[in-house]
């Protein structure tokens, strides 16, 4: 077996592609999915995550910029709109955000791109508490607004039905056994 780690796009290319057998990715990925697809692909949920907004600190340790905080403008390093992550954030993190004055000032659809831009202080960033979560115990991030901005999200492997065999599908029985025992 081997593993490729790319950008979740190109990620789940390989995978309706067939180049892959199986998809690590964020349950949010459905969405670009074919209906027919959905309908042959299998998913076990792996895992948990939750996507927070975070910013580089002040020199005190504050965030350089707060959701609850009073700026002109809130400076916004998001992911591409037409991303999955993107997608999630129009529809279940915008609406929460309100009237606030927002400016988005980089978009990428790599979560790695976005740390980069966010730990050079230049706006808030929501990103996966797995991925940050050094930075922040670091403190080269801090969390950038309350709790009830941050989204719960699941990590599910995925695998279409009609091209597991051999190992392939082995490994998926195994992970079912393994998730029947949990």
């Avoid at 789940?12 to 949010?28: G, H, M, N, P, R």
């Avoid at 706006?123 to 941050?150: K, M, N, S, Y």
Wanted: aromatic share 8%; hydrophobic share 40%; proline share 4%.
């Amino acid at each position: 077996s081997r593993m490729r780690a790319e950008d979740l796009a190109d990620c789940v290319s390989s995978f309706v592609d067939e180049e892959v057998d199986f998809l690590l990715a964020y349950d949010v990925i459905e969405a670009d999915l074919s209906t027919e697809m959905i309908r042959n692909v299998d998913s076990l949920v792996v895992g948990t995550d939750r996507l927070i907004p975070v910013c580089a600190p002040r020199a005190d340790g504050t965030p350089a910029f707060d959701c609850d905080g009073n700026h002109d403008v809130l400076p916004l390093i998001s992911y591409s709109v037409d991303s999955p992550l993107g997608r999630l954030f129009d529809h279940a993190i915008m609406p929460k955000l309100g009237d606030r004055n927002i400016k988005t000032i980089y978009e990428n659809s790599m979560s790695g791109t976005l740390l980069n831009w966010t730990l050079r202080g230049t706006g808030i960033c929501w990103l996966p508490h797995r991925f940050v979560e050094a930075d922040i115990e670091q403190g080269r991030l801090v969390l950038a607004g309350p709790d009830t901005l941050a989204v719960d999200l699941r990590i599910s492997i995925f695998s279409k039905q009609d091209t597991r065999f051999g190992t392939a599908q082995d490994i998926w029985r195994h992970l079912q056994g393994l998730q029947a025992n949990a």
